[in-house]
Structures are given as C-alpha cells and as structure tokens.
C-alpha cells in the first residue's frame, strides 16, 4: 500500500500501482509467493504507519477540544466548522483502518474519497468565513429535513430510529425556515443556492472552487481519482 502525503500528513492510503483493488491482498493471481510476501511486508509497514498517524490526529483532536471545555472559549462558526470536518476524516480514517485491518478493500476507495473532499472543504473553510457559515448552514438544513423525513415514517420505524416525535415538532420547522432564510441571504444575487460555496455565482462547479483556493492539484490528483475509481 502506498502512503499519499497530503499537505506533509501522511493519513490516507492506496492500493499500489499494479494491484487490483477489487481483489483481497492475498488472493491476487498470476503472482509468484515471493511477490505475495514483498506485498504482505508492504502492506504492513504502511498499514503501520497509518496507524500511528491516525493516533497522532486523536491526539490532536482531543488537545484542541480539551483547551476549548478547559477554557470554556466561545467557539465560532468557522472554527465549529473546521473541527467537525477534522472530527469527520478521524471517524472515517478509523472505518478505513478496520477495513484495512483485515484485508477487505471492498469500499476503501469511497472512503478515501470522502475524507479527501473532506480535507478540501476543512481547507476552504479555514480560509473563508463566509464559506465556514454557508456549508454550516447547508448542512444544518439537510440534517433538520432528513429527520423530519424519518419522522413521517410509521411509528414503529421512528421508535427504531430512536427519534421523538415532539422533538421534531413544530420547534423544528421553525428553526429550518430560519435557517433556510439566512442561507439565502448569503448569496449574493439570491440564487445558485444548490452549491453553498458558489455565493457569488461565479463558482459553478467544486473544480473552480478548488482553483481559487489553489487545492486544484489535490482536487485532481486524489479527489478526480478515487470519484473515477468509485464510479467504475
């Protein structure tokens, strides 16, 4: 397997060139035993590697948050942003690991890919203020209307769900008019409201957004990739 270094953080990892990432590790054709071996051995210098990147960031994690409870620091938009997103890839980077763990590559390539777009959007919105509180928004929007939908469904689906009814009351479709009604005034002209980073409409597509930010190699390097990969 083979470390990807973005931004000097080696955290993500790919299937190296040759190796079909839709067969098991060790069940590969048409390979001698010794290839087998210089694979296996591969595999797992990487997969140590990764392991002790992904504790370093928990490390990380757990600092930021305890000097912000220590301190009880009052907590912008952007940087509420900046930390769920870097929680994100951690929660996504431990799925991967389990995968890895046990040698199923079966939907590694989803996973790297989100927590690629991930590491993007955590860039953008760490520059951007405006941007932290459009995605904020958006993504506020979408978790109220998902929970209201789950909510319509019959008593016994909601129970398995473990979502009160009351909770999702009438409180609910207030605050989504709210929240709707703010993520509209962000645009500028009122419209392209579908992309919550194309407020000026001059940003139509995530390739531009890239490129305004200078993440455009990332973008096709890793992101272009592993879509082309999930999408075959």
């Known amino acids: 397997m083979t470390i990807i270094e973005v931004r000097n953080n080696p955290v993500l990892v790919i299937p190296p060139k040759g190796m079909n990432s839709s067969q098991e590790l060790d069940t590969e054709p048409s390979i001698t035993p010794s290839q087998t071996l210089e694979k296996d051995q591969y595999f797992r210098k990487q997969l140590k590697l990764l392991k002790k990147e992904h504790r370093k960031s928990i490390e990380q994690y757990d600092v930021i948050t305890s000097i912000i409870k220590r301190n009880k620091s009052v907590v912008s938009i952007q940087q509420h942003v900046a930390i769920r997103l870097y929680n994100e890839i951690i929660e996504f980077s431990t799925s991967l690991l389990k995968l890895l763990e046990q040698h199923r590559v079966t939907g590694v390539e ?35 209307k998902t929970r209201m939908i789950k909510c319509r469904l019959p008593k016994e689906d909601s129970q398995f769900l473990d979502i009160s009814q009351i909770e999702m009351g009438r409180g609910s479709q207030k605050r989504l008019e709210r929240l709707e ?41 890793y992101y272009i990739v592993l879509s082309q990969e999930v999408h075959s």
């Not at 777009?117 to 978790?143: M, Q």
């Not at 993520?183 to 194309?198: C, E, P, T, V």
Request: glycine share 4%.
């Open 181 to 221: 009604k703010e993520y509209l005034s962000a645009f500028i002209d009122g419209k392209h409201q579908d992309k919550w980073y194309n407020l000026n409409g001059k940003i139509p597509s995530m390739e531009k957004l890239m490129k305004k930010y200078k993440l455009d190699k990332e973008f096709s390097d």
């Open 110 to 144: 989803t996973l790297l890919r989100v927590m690629v777009e991930r590491y993007l959007f955590l860039e953008v919105v760490s520059a951007d203020t405006h941007l932290a509180k459009s995605f904020h928004l958006k993504s506020g929007i979408i978790k109220i």
